[in-house]
């Protein structure tokens, strides 16, 4: 069927890194762009970034511009975010979500309609 | 950024009766090519956000009818015809000209 499976959460401290992955499967990943959101404990959801099929587009949310990093890798159906600097703030469950679709006549939005079950990151010393 | 503000952020509703959320947008989402960039997503309780609504009413694939967005420019309107006890959980709205912002979320709950 068709999902996506973030991995990578954990416990780090203020200042260090982590990176997040995203397995998907059931599609043809390549065919679509990918975002991850987030959401902090008991608060609402926050977008971070975007990344297109090819990865030649890239968005962040301003709040983790110059500190995140998405990526994608076509060939093993997975999408990555880099996370450096971690503040105490980044701590929340992190989700990837299926995004645009690229066709060869243009992109069709039809929301973010594939969610994961998150990992959460927690920035603790 | 685009500000997203949802009104009412808590909602009290009763099986059966209709309800509605409203969202409103600090610039209009009304892109060149006609569509407005808006997203309905619902949170059930212990689980990840759902779509329900793209591009301002275009409804996701698997939403009942009961669920309808509508709306242009800066002001969206998410209705449920009839609330089912499912229906509970979290609403979000979401713009989606990059860089995308949520709203704040109405909670909805039953009676």
């Known amino acids: 069927q068709v999902q996506v499976v973030e991995s990578g959460g954990g416990l780090v401290k203020p200042g260090g890194s982590l990176r997040l992955s995203c397995a998907a499967s059931?599609?043809?990943?390549?065919?679509?762009?990918m975002s991850w959101i987030r959401q902090t404990p008991g608060k609402g959801l926050e977008w971070l970034s975007y990344?297109?099929?090819?990865?030649?587009?890239?968005y962040y949310a301003d709040s983790v511009k110059g500190r995140f990093t998405i990526s994608r890798d076509n060939a093993n159906n997975s999408l990555y975010l880099q996370m450096n600097s971690l503040r105490v703030e980044d701590t929340a469950v992190y989700y990837c979500a299926r995004d645009r679709k690229e066709l060869a006549s243009g992109g069709v939005y039809s929301g973010m309609d594939v969610w994961g079950q998150g990992t959460t990151v927690t920035v603790s010393s | 950024e685009i500000v997203m503000t949802q009104s009412p952020l808590f909602l009290p509703v009763t099986p059966g009766e209709p309800a509605s959320i409203s969202c409103r947008s600090s610039?209009?989402?009304?892109?060149?090519?006609?569509?407005?960039?808006l997203d309905w997503y619902l949170q059930k309780p212990g689980q990840s956000p759902q779509l329900l609504i793209y591009l301002g009413s275009y409804r996701a694939s698997g939403v009942p009818d009961r669920f309808s967005g509508s709306g242009s420019g800066t002001d969206f309107t998410l209705r449920i015809s009839r609330v089912e006890a499912g229906d509970v959980g979290v609403y979000y709205c979401?713009?989606?000209?990059?860089?995308?912002?949520f709203g704040q979320g109405t909670k909805v709950e039953i009676k």
């Open positions: 059931g599609f043809t990943f390549s065919d679509y762009c």
């Open positions: 990344i297109s099929t090819r990865g030649s587009t890239i």
């Open positions: 610039q209009s989402l009304l892109h060149r090519n006609g569509h407005n960039y």
């Open positions: 979401m713009q989606a000209l990059e860089p995308r912002t």
